[in-house]
């Protein structure tokens, strides 16, 4: 790599870092730290939500989806702006106003208010664990990149430098530091995809006739894909808008009702189909030029033996010009890092706030609070990047990761909120039955039919035993329930 590019990247990190250091004085209080104060603009809080979202994990996933499959990856993502609208109309109303009332810091926090603190606490642990896979995930994505892109740079070597540069300007920062450096971030990434990547990935390969040449028909098609496939994507990925802690932050942080519906609304469209189909095109561009012998001087002679996520930061590294690679390296190590960093956000959230706070004299202290927080975030992100180090496909990972999240939460935070009769207990089984169902079904590697994934059982255990619970729990659980329920509803 040119030293141009080198500086360009060099120049990049310290700017995060230095966004990160700057609000470290601004943080006086957990508000501060994980909720930006709770007075945040549509505009930053909707480019933040997109950029975690969307992320290093879908955006070298995407790549990986247009190496394999065309532009019918692009799918992945419409459920994407599915969830975001359908979030936007059914949960942030309620979610919103509730914050404002009480305060609320995490998503598992809701539980303490719909059900109990068992209830919470659970959710807490669950929610934690599935963003420590989710950062892993951003971690990897990033090594990925660098990998293929630093001639000598070993993916353990980039797993360490992205890990140390992430957990440090987000153990410092918080939320604030997270959101801003989302929005500076993704400007970034956009025009690094629309004005440099896409143009040149597209005039490397030949143009659209050098791509007919090549490519299968079905690569260019939207119907590319199986029905089986698109349950999947659905089923885990619509539920998360849900679920998802870094959404209930941004929900927390935003002004008021009508700014986060904005925010998500423009969320929703920037997934879909803005970065669904330049994240698959950069990807078919890779395709085509490893048809077309682009990468074998880089030692990778057989399309179909690559690892497909390699393919876009190998185009990348093949046909960008000095200074333009720094910058669209840049650009792509902003979504990674936009996305982990706000998992470590959630994930230390949870676990000072949803599980330690419930066993240590913290409660009042604010400051013990907010460096407590601090050191959880580094630790977590210390493991994170050990996991990263035993794992080789970023989609896989996120995915997983998600699976695990939606079976086990999704059916009690919509049933406490929408239904009278959900009790505690019923929650409490239907997270614990449906999340370690699609963990057990994942790690004994179990099959289900028509190549669905292991969540839709997770889910269907978890809504039947909710169900269930609900109706047979003894009575004193149920009076409960109604009130909370009933009080969501008037928010």
């Known amino acids: 790599m040119h030293w141009i590019d080198i500086v360009i990247f060099i120049v990049y990190f310290l700017a995060m870092l230095g966004i990160g250091f700057f609000f470290f004085k601004q943080n006086k209080n957990s508000d501060d730290y994980y909720v930006g104060g709770r007075d945040m603009g549509s505009l930053h809080i909707g480019l933040s939500v997109v950029a975690t979202d969307v992320g290093g994990g879908f955006s070298i996933g995407l790549g990986g989806l247009g190496f394999l499959m065309g532009i019918s990856g692009s799918w992945m993502l419409f459920t994407g702006l599915i969830g975001a609208w359908l979030s936007a109309v059914f949960l942030i109303p309620k979610v919103n106003r509730l914050s404002k009332k009480v305060n609320l810091l995490t998503f598992p926090q809701l539980f303490d208010f719909l059900f109990n ?27 990925k990149l660098a990998s293929a892109t630093f001639t000598g740079l070993s993916l353990t070597q980039a797993l360490i430098i992205m890990g140390v540069i992430a957990v440090v300007y987000t153990v410092a920062g918080g939320l604030k530091a997270v959101i801003y450096t989302d929005t500076v971030q993704w400007i970034i990434l956009m025009a690094g995809l629309v004005f440099i990547g896409i143009p040149l990935g597209y005039f490397a390969v030949g143009g659209m006739e050098g791509i007919r040449e090549v490519v ?10 199986s029905w089986s496939q698109l349950v999947n994507w659905g089923v885990t990925i619509i539920p998360i808008w849900f679920v998802g802690m870094t959404l209930y932050q ?13 925010a998500w609304y423009t969320a929703g469209l920037f997934e879909y189909p803005i970065m669904a189909f330049m994240g698959v095109l950069l990807g078919l561009f890779a395709r085509v ?22 393919g876009l930061p190998l185009l990348l590294r093949t046909v960008l010009p000095a200074g333009l690679t720094g910058l669209m390296l840049s650009a792509y190590f902003s979504a990674i890092m936009s996305t982990a960093d706000s998992c470590l956000m959630a994930a230390s959230g949870n676990v000072v706030t949803d599980i330690l706070e419930r066993f240590l004299p913290l409660k009042g202290d604010e400051k ?9 975030t580094f630790a977590i992100g210390a493991v994170a990047l050990l996991i990263a180090m035993s794992m080789q496909n970023v989609l896989e990972l996120m995915l997983l990761s998600y699976a695990f999240m939606v079976s086990g939460l999704f059916v009690p935070v919509i049933g406490g909120m929408y239904w009278k009769r959900a009790t505690p207990t019923a929650a409490f089984w239907a997270m614990l039955l449906g999340g ?4 057990l079904l994942i790690l004994t590697s179990w099959q289900l039919p028509y190549d669905l994934d292991a969540n839709i059982a997770g889910i269907s255990i978890s809504a039947l035993s909710f169900i269930i619970l609900s109706y047979v729990t003894t009575p004193p659980d149920i009076p409960a329930a109604v009130k909370l329920s009933d009080t969501t509803r008037t928010l």
């Not at 013990?368 to 959880?376: D, F, N, P």
């Open 117 to 143: 603190p068992n209830v919470a606490l659970l959710a807490g642990i669950i929610s934690a664990i599935g963003y420590l896979g989710f950062t892993s995930s951003q971690l990897l994505a990033g090594a």
């Open 436 to 439: 370690g169902t699609t963990l």
């Open 289 to 310: 030029g490893a048809d077309q012998g682009m990468f074998v001087d880089l030692g990778y002679t057989d399309p179909e033996a690559m690892d497909a996520e390699m």
């Open 368 to 376: 013990k609070i907010l460096r407590y927080s601090q050191v959880a």
């Open 216 to 225: 299968r028909p079905e690569f260019l098609q939207l119907t590319n894909v």
């Open 250 to 262: 941004r929900i927390y942080a935003c002004r008021d009702e009508q700014t986060a519906k904005r």
